[in-house]
């Protein structure tokens, strides 16, 4: 195993020895911003709200093309960029003889007035160049998805907007496609010389398997481990509550993990993949989950969070549950012991308790595609739309036999310590006619069901109000369907 790290900064292979300046659990936010050279790097929240430390991180894909893709850099762990190019905002500009000149989406920034105080600029402007390298004239939904993960408190986002707009419209051409070959070669250089990362420091032991088996063994040997995802919530562990994390295995560089297998009825999604790219999957034959990930904190978020980390956290607002029960789908825990497939509906056990054993790891979510009499559907009330937890959420499936239900799931988030099902309202309208009185006298049946807390972001009562009413809308935009 190898002690360093090596990733590309800068169009050149930079390697990294840990020790006591930088940590394994060092985030690129707080490398950056120790560098004379990338200040530009902003640390706004440190917990992936605000958007002004995004940086671009390119990695060598199968085609041996780059992809970019932006991210919060205070949630991304050092060895989490071995072998990828980190791309900050200092790189955008062209040395010219004597002259810089900036890069398209630099310069549509200036023309559109889109920068104030700049303290958000450069999260913005790298949030733009993602967008640039990805998309040619995007929609305006998307712009704004783009953007969804920068707060700009003073300039107002009009501008931004459209500065993103007129930017986005060259097919990414820029000097980044012109030097692509060089940077390739070099991420291919640490490729081919790179083994699993075993990190040893007086404090930390953090390991970066690159295959399923060896991070199978490698938990059953140390089964307090903490397992990385993406990060989004163990980072937080890190920069908000100041945690040593003694041991970690990063999962994030296990490409049998990322992978998807599509078939006629079923879309088996590695535990691994990033929630963004399951975003991009689901669109036409689970479109409710692409619902729920749509309105999932950010892109930045999306694009290092994964759907075995949403699950493994067991969170009680984890938006990924409902759903996954609404869709009776099933998770793949597998270990040195050998693999099962436990139910979604039998996999959460208590507050932030899951069925999987010590020495296991969810290596992939099992969704039969809806069969036609089918609908699934997903609520999330938050206090804004975009890049907010739950309040409530709610995952809904019901199968109509002309309009006599003979299937249904009421899961709901926010509600309970756990994801909870409606089971006795489920009980009342399975078998009935799907009508808005059978409805109205399942209402009450859901406010029985739970006792929600009061806390930030609502009152109890609000919660439960919520939690009928979504009943009510869910059959109300599904009674004429069928
Ligand atoms: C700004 C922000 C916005 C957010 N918005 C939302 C939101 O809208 N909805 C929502 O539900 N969540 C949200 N979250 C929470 C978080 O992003 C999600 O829970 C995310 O899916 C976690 O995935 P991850 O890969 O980053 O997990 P990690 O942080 O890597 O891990 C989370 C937990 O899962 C475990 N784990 C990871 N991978 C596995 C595996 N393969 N097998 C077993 N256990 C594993 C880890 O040990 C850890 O306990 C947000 C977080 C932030 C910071
Ligand atoms: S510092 Fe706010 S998202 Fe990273
Ligand atoms: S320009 Fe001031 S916060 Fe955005």
């Given amino acids: 195993m190898q002690q360093t790290i090596s990733f590309v900064l800068d169009g050149k292979i930079q390697t990294l020895t840990f020790n006591e300046t930088f940590g394994p659990t060092t985030t690129v936010l707080n490398f950056l911003r120790k560098s004379a050279e990338h200040k530009g790097v902003k640390e706004g929240c440190?917990?992936?709200?605000?958007?002004?430390?995004?940086v671009v991180i390119g990695e060598l894909n199968t085609d041996n093309k780059i992809t970019y893709k932006a991210m919060d850099s205070c949630l991304v762990f050092l060895p989490m960029i071995h072998g990828k190019q980190l791309i900050t905002v200092e790189n955008?500009?062209?040395q010219k003889g004597v002259t810089e000149v900036l890069h398209p989406v630099q310069q549509e920034m200036v023309d559109c007035n889109g920068s104030q105080c700049g303290y958000c600029t450069p999260g913005i402007i790298m949030s733009m160049f993602s967008l640039y390298k990805n998309e040619n004239n995007p929609a305006k939904e998307s712009i704004d998805d783009a953007l969804t993960g920068n707060l700009c408190r003073c300039t107002g986002y009009k501008p931004i907007i459209e500065a993103t707009a007129k930017a986005c419209v060259n097919n990414g051409e820029d000097h980044f496609v012109r030097n692509e070959k060089q940077i390739v070669e070099l991420l291919s250089q640490i490729k081919d010389s790179t083994n699993s990362i075993g990190i040893n420091t007086a404090t930390q032991?953090?390991?970066?398997?690159?295959?399923?088996?060896?991070?199978?063994?490698?938990?059953?040997?140390?089964?307090?481990?903490?397992?990385v995802g993406g990060a989004?919530?163990?980072?937080?562990?890190?920069?908000?509550?100041?945690?040593?994390?003694?041991?970690?295995?990063?999962?994030s560089n296990i490409e049998e993990l990322k992978k998807c297998t599509i078939t006629d009825y079923v879309i088996k999604f590695g535990a691994g993949m990033s929630l963004e790219e399951v975003r991009k999957i689901s669109r036409n034959e689970l479109s409710a989950l692409h619902e729920t990930l749509s309105v999932f904190g950010s892109r930045q978020i999306r694009t290092l969070a994964t759907f075995g980390g949403n699950l493994g956290s067991g969170s009680p607002i984890g938006d990924t549950l409902p759903i996954l029960m609404a869709y009776d789908a099933e998770i793949k825990l597998q270990g040195v012991d050998g693999d099962r497939v436990v139910k979604m509906n039998n996999f959460i056990l208590g507050y932030r308790q899951t069925d999987r054993k010590p020495n296991e790891i969810i290596t992939s979510i099992i969704i039969n595609k809806p069969s036609t009499n089918t609908i699934v559907k997903f609520y999330k009330v938050s206090k804004r739309k975009d890049l907010d937890i739950s309040t409530v959420s709610a995952g809904f499936s019901v199968t109509l036999d002309k309009n006599k239900v003979s299937g249904i799931t009421l899961a709901y988030g926010g509600m309970a310590a756990t994801t909870k099902r409606a089971t006795e309202a489920e009980v009342f309208l399975m078998a009935n006619e799907w009508t808005r009185e059978n409805i109205e006298q399942a209402m009450p049946m859901i406010e029985k069901a739970f006792t929600p807390i009061s806390d930030a972001r609502s009152g109890a009562e609000f919660r439960s109000v919520v939690a009928k009413n979504l009943l009510m809308k869910f059959w109300s935009e599904t009674s004429n369907q069928k």
């Avoid at 440190?46 to 995004?54: F, K, L, V």
């Avoid at 989004?232 to 999962?251: C, F, G, M, P």
């Fill in 232 to 251: 989004t919530d163990v980072a937080l562990r890190v920069t908000k509550r100041h945690e040593v994390l003694k041991e970690i295995i990063d999962l």
């Fill in 46 to 54: 440190a917990e992936g709200d605000c958007g002004a430390c995004t």
């Fill in 92 to 94: 955008l500009k062209q």
């Fill in 205 to 227: 032991k953090y390991y970066q398997p690159k295959t399923k088996a060896e991070a199978f063994e490698m938990r059953n040997k140390m089964q307090d481990s903490v397992l």
